[in-house]
């Protein structure tokens, strides 16, 4: 079983910055990956970025260039840097890790505005 608990959602104008940090416990030693996915009303869970045990990255092509996704092993937290945010960024953000199976975190809302 793995535990993960996001913080950092909040409101933002546009341009700003907001970091969100995923903290995980239990059998984390059995994470294969970890990454992030967000979700608007009425819309599919939408891949954000994902990080793989050995530090391999992905990003949605959306948020390239712009979201860094990132480990602190010693804190067993991930950590999503979201710089330059725009209005079509808001969502609930969900961090999940991957076992044999996906565990998902409760959300952090996270509303840019314009």
């Known amino acids: 079983q793995v535990q993960l608990v996001e913080s950092g959602g909040g409101l933002v104008q546009a341009g700003g910055s907001l970091r969100l940090s995923c903290a995980a416990s239990?059998?984390?030693?059995?994470?294969?990956?970890m990454g992030w996915y967000r979700q608007t009303p009425g819309k599919q869970r939408e891949l954000v970025a994902t990080i793989t045990s050995s530090g391999r990255t992905n990003y949605a092509d959306s948020v390239k260039g712009r979201f860094t996704i990132s480990t602190d092993n010693a804190k067993n937290t991930m950590y999503l840097q979201m710089n330059s945010l725009k209005p079509e960024d808001t969502a609930v953000y969900y961090c999940?890790?991957?076992?044999?199976?996906?565990?998902w975190g409760q959300g952090t809302q996270v509303t840019v505005s314009s």
């Open positions: 999940y890790a991957l076992t044999q199976r996906n565990y």
């Open positions: 239990g059998t984390i030693s059995r994470i294969n990956a």
